[in-house]
């Protein structure tokens, strides 16, 4: 990575009524971890927040510029989708190109994503790629890895490789407006009749980004997108970004699921919020561990993996 830089950075969500208390939290984690006026851009499915909604001003507060927008697109909300997987999550590539041309790098970022430090977006070195992100982490028997024995190394082009589209940065000198656009467009029509990576997908919006850009993106260490089947190793506990893919997310703190990192950090952003109901972060630490300790073999597999990968 190269030294920082001035860059215009921009993070995007895209969020349905549903998702947008978790997208709350997620946002003022940025907010708390960036330097202060950082740009975030919230793109809202089929609702808008209430005018005197909690999170613009725990924004404000914490030195962040919000700006929240409706998005619609016919076409690629037709595809279908389902379990965690939303409509929503199919307007990622749209909302990235609604901002990329007044920005010099945009984030995006789901709803389930706690940061917990400096992402340090202006020191990525793009190259000639036009997205930076994340090998997805799944080692189960219907992944994508389940003919793959390890990932391409960080820095390198991942040309048979597969991302996790939860945790992705945009280069605005390789953005190809209107030709990103289409390509998405045809990959989700494409994923309909088959799927290329997985067995029973469920990811339509993940892997037609892989699709497009096959060979194209930037390998980005674990760090930068720790996903929860990682949860019970070390990575885990000292990761810059954690995800909460899959089902169950970082709220409602419950035990054996949330450890005392992330319980103290969502009471403080609670507190922000203004919600109450505080957690005590020592009981959820040592229930945490105890569940790591019953899943320490899977453990190790993803820990060998991540290693390996960073």
């Known amino acids: 990575m190269a030294e920082r830089t001035r860059m215009k950075v ?7 009524a549903r998702g947008y208390d978790l997208l709350a939290h997620s946002a003022v984690s940025l ?5 202060a006026g950082c740009n975030v851009h919230v793109y809202c499915y089929d609702f808008l927040p209430e005018p005197d909604d909690a999170l613009a001003a725990a924004l404000a507060a914490a030195g962040a510029n919000l700006t929240v927008e409706p998005l619609r697109d016919p076409a690629l909300e037709q595809h279908e989708t389902c379990l965690h997987v939303t409509k929503p999550s199919l307007l990622k590539l749209l909302a990235v190109d609604r901002l990329i041309a007044d920005y010099d790098r945009v984030v995006f970022l789901d709803n389930d994503i706690l940061i917990f430090g400096d992402l340090r977006i202006e020191t990525l070195q793009f190259g000639e790629y ?8 799944d080692l189960s028997e219907t992944g994508w890895l ?12 991942n040309g048979s490789g597969y991302f996790n589209s939860g945790f992705m940065a945009f280069a605005k000198e390789n953005w190809r407006h209107g030709d990103f656009y289409a390509q998405y467009a045809a990959a989700l029509d494409a994923h309909d009749a088959h799927c290329p990576y997985k ?5 339509i919006e993940q ?7 096959s060979g194209n993106w930037l390998s980005l260490p674990a760090d930068y997108n720790m996903q929860a089947s990682a949860k019970f190793t070390p990575a885990w506990q000292t990761a810059t970004v954690r995800h909460y893919c899959g089902a169950r997310k970082f709220i409602p703190v419950s035990p054996f699921r ?30 945490f561990q105890l569940n790591a300790l019953r899943n320490s073999r899977g453990a190790h597999e993803i820990q060998t993996f991540v290693t390996q990968y960073a």
């Open 199 to 203: 067995v029973s997908c469920t990811s």
């Open 31 to 35: 907010a708390l971890s960036q330097p």
């Open 258 to 287: 949330n450890d005392g990192r992330d319980t103290r950090y969502i009471n403080e952003i609670r507190r922000r919020l203004g919600k109450g109901g505080a957690a005590p972060a020592l009981v959820h630490e040592v229930l």
């Open 146 to 157: 389940r003919n793959s024995t390890a990932p391409v190394a960080p820095g390198r082009r």
């Open 130 to 137: 036009p997205i930076a992100a994340v090998t997805d982490l």
């Open 10 to 16: 921009a993070y995007v969500y895209v969020t349905d």
């Open 207 to 213: 892997c037609a980004l892989n699709i497009m850009f």
